[in-house]
Each structure stands twice: as structure tokens, then as C-alpha cells.
């Protein structure tokens, strides 16, 4: 059974910087595309980035430039390195695949908190 711990929140002034990271155990990881996800409060989860297993990458209009994904194969880890912080990027953050029909159990996400 495949399991995702995402870890690396906390809270983080404006403009500040933050890195995440998702590990997963228990199943195959390098064959599938994977993606960071968020969820802010009374809002809906939303894409944030993508990364093929090839290194290709896709990101949300409203993290271009700011957000950079990142994956370790051999680590079986996905990143998400965040700079330039902002107010609206604060959310509960979860990592899992990319492919809905492959998608595995959302583990427990980590808290970013964008606040000054």
C-alpha cells in the first residue's frame, strides 16, 4: 500500500522561502507523473505543480516563476521549492500522483502559513 508524508511547513513571513517535501513508501514511484497540491481554507484543492518522470514540469499560473518542483527517484521523494511567498499561498499542502485514475490515499499534508 502506497503510502505520501509530506513534511517542510511552518510559518513564513512575506517574501520569505520555504521547501517541502512528500515521501512515499509502499509502491512504485518513478513511472508516475506527481504533483503538489493545496487547499486553503473553504476553498477547494487545487494543482499547484506537476513533474513527469521524466523531469518534465507544469506549473499554476500563480506560482510560475516562484515555485520550482523537483523529484529524487532513487529517494522515492518529491519537493517543492517556494520563494517569494505570498499571503494567498497559505494552505494545507499534499502531494500525491498526478493521474486521477492512479491517485493514491492523501496523506495528512503540512500547514504553510504566509503571515507577517
Known amino acids: 500500500q502506497v503510502q505520501l508524508v509530506e513534511s517542510g511547513g511552518g510559518l513564513v513571513q512575506p517574501g520569505g522561502s520555504l521547501t517541502l517535501s512528500c515521501a512515499a513508501s509502499?509502491?512504485?514511484?518513478?513511472?508516475?507523473?506527481m504533483a503538489w497540491y493545496r487547499q486553503a481554507p473553504g476553498k477547494q484543492r487545487e494543482l499547484v505543480a506537476a513533474?513527469?518522470?521524466?523531469?518534465?514540469?507544469n506549473y499554476a499560473d500563480s506560482v510560475k516563476g516562484r515555485f520550482a518542483i523537483s523529484r529524487d527517484n532513487t529517494k522515492k521523494t518529491l519537493y517543492l521549492q517556494m520563494n517569494a511567498l505570498k499571503p494567498e499561498d497559505t494552505a494545507v499542502y499534499y502531494c500525491?500522483?498526478?493521474?486521477?485514475?492512479?491517485?493514491?490515499?492523501w496523506g495528512q499534508g503540512t500547514q504553510v502559513t504566509v503571515s507577517s
Open positions: 513533474i513527469g518522470g521524466n523531469g518534465y514540469t
Open positions: 500525491n500522483r498526478l493521474d486521477t485514475r492512479v491517485r493514491v490515499s
Open positions: 509502499g509502491g512504485a514511484f518513478t513511472v508516475y507523473s
